[in-house]
Structures are given as C-alpha cells and as structure tokens.
C-alpha cells in the first residue's frame, strides 16, 4: 500500500463562481472540517475563482491544487476533463475557457424558449436569479428555478424529466474538443483527468476510443472514486486506470449542501495498487 493513497484529497467539486451554492471560501472552511488534506475547485469552464480558493485554502492550512472542468464534446457525447495544477494565469487557458462559457447564454435562451413550449415561460429569467457569474449559466441554474417554483420535487427530477437528451428543454450544443481541454491544462503545466467516466452512455467501443485519444493528447489521470460512482465502478475503473497507466483522482463533486448526497472529503480512499494523480503533480502543490 502506498501511503499516498490514504490521503484525503478532494480534486473535485462547485463553487457560485459556477454552479455550486456556495462560495470558495465557505467550500474551504467545509472542506476543512471535513478533513481534507489537500483540495481542488473544480468550477465548470472557469478558473475565475482559483485565486480565491488557494488564498482560503492557505487561510485553512489546507494544501491546494488548481483545478477546473471543462466541458468537452467527444463522439456526440458530453465529456468533463478536470484539469489540476495549472498555472491559473495562464493565457492560452483563460482564452480557451472564454471560448468554451460563450454559447453558454444562447444555448440558455434556447432552452427557456424550448421550456414555454410546454408551458413552462420565463425560465431563463428565472434561471438567471441563481446564476453566481454571468458568464456561467448552467442546467443546474434552470433546476433550481424549477424546484422553487414548484414545477419538480428535486434537481435530479428535473433533468429527468426535462433537461436531458430527447426531454423538451434540452439544447444540444457544441463544447471544446477533447484536444483542445487537454492541450490548454498540459500546456499550462498542469495534468489533464477524465472526470466520473461511469456517468457516460459510451459503447465500449467508444469509450476505448475516448480513453486511447486522451492518452494520445496527453491526459494523464481518470476519476476513479467519484461521487458519481458505485462501488462496481471504483473497482472497473481502478482496473481501467491500470490498464491505461493513468493515475487515479478522487473527487466529491460536491455542489450544495442541499442537492450532493456526496460531502466533500467523505468518500473511501484510493485503492493502494493505483498511483494518485498527486503525485504527477506533487511540485505544482501549494502547501
Ligand atoms: P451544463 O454544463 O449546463 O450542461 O450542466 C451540467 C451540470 O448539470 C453538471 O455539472 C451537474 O452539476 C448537473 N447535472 C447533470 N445531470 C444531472 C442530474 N441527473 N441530476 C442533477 N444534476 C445534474
Ligand atoms: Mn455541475
Ligand atoms: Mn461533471
Ligand atoms: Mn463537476
């Protein structure tokens, strides 16, 4: 067992400055307390809060890594790469992110617009009333707006029934190439992860492909213990992970209080036969 694996590290979770509810430096003093020994916000397609977070990380006497997640579209499908480690003033990373949260507003209007077709009118400006960053627009906004109006119980039973593929208020919609998100992290000195690959409706054809090009571009960990999970899948992607020589990440993906059933910092550790992605990046940690 390597003593690296039975860190408590979460590389994974949402602030407001995307679609957490709470702010990075609440996320750090929760993180705290949970006993976290090293962590990383992970906001979607935005590094607007990194700054803040390393700061409050420091004020909590917690190690910090940089982190994002960037939305990726692979074979149809949407894909997450968490980058960690990076150089949050890295130009070419800033613009590809820019890049990538710009359809965002278009792509919320035709939503809104797709939702009154069924009768369900004002949703964007409803969404909006959640949205912590303007330039951060998200499905998680129009879940929100649509428990607290009373429409649906739960988040969850909104993208069920309205905000995923073939459901009235689902916009596809074109994110970064799988290229271009590794490209931006490994050339920011920072080391590219593929985030809850179990949540993914890949053949496995497909998602051999998706794992082999990642390797190609340069990615150099997958999410193996996830709050999106289940135990069945800590232990089929330990064994992709070792099949792929990829490092293993752990991650709560912790958004509210009120939504996560995962909290930050409480989920099993690392299976001892696999190497942490912390130590690929054990230099750009800050203690
Ligand atoms: P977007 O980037 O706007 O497509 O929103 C994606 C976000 O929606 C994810 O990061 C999750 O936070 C959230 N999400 C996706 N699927 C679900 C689900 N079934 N239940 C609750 N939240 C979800
Ligand atoms: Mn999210
Ligand atoms: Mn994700
Ligand atoms: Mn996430």
């Not at 408590?8 to 949970?34: F, Q, W, Y």
Request: hydrophobic share 35%; with cysteine; proline share 4%.
């Amino acid at each position: 067992m390597n003593p690296q694996n039975i860190l408590n590290a979460d590389l994974h979770c949402h602030s407001v400055v995307s679609d957490g509810t709470m702010t990075p430096e609440a996320l750090a003093e929760r993180a705290k307390i949970n006993g976290v020994e090293l962590w990383a916000l992970t906001d979607h397609d935005e590094i607007g809060g990194q700054h803040r977070a390393a700061a409050a990380a420091r004020a909590q006497g917690m190690a910090y890594l940089t982190g994002t997640e960037i939305s990726v579209t692979f074979a149809g499908e949407t894909v997450h790469i968490v980058g960690l480690g990076f150089d949050p003033d890295n130009e070419a990373l800033k613009q590809g992110l820019y890049n990538t949260r710009n359809g965002r507003e278009q792509r919320a209007r035709e939503m809104s617009d797709s939702l009154a077709k069924v009768g369900i009118h004002g949703a964007f400006e409803g969404a909006l009333k959640f949205v912590g960053n303007p330039e951060l627009i998200s499905r998680t906004h129009f879940a929100r707006h649509l428990v607290e109006s009373g429409i649906c119980k739960e988040t969850n039973e909104v993208f069920r029934k309205y905000l995923t593929e073939g459901k009235p208020g689902y916009v596809p919609h074109r994110w970064a190439t799988l290229k271009d998100a590794v490209t931006w992290i490994t050339q920011a000195q920072g080391i590219a992860v593929i985030a809850h690959p179990g949540r993914y409706n890949f053949s496995a054809n497909a998602e051999y492909a998706l794992f082999t090009e990642f390797k190609e571009h340069g990615g150099r960990g997958v999410e193996v213990v996830t709050g999106s999970h289940t135990k069945q899948e800590f232990i089929k992607y330990a064994e992709t992970a070792k099949e792929f020589g990829l490092g293993a990440s752990r991650g709560s993906d912790f958004h509210s209080p009120d939504e996560s059933h995962t909290d930050l910092g409480t989920l099993p550790f690392l299976p001892g036969d696999l190497t942490p992605v912390w130590e690929l990046v054990a230099g750009r940690i800050q203690a």
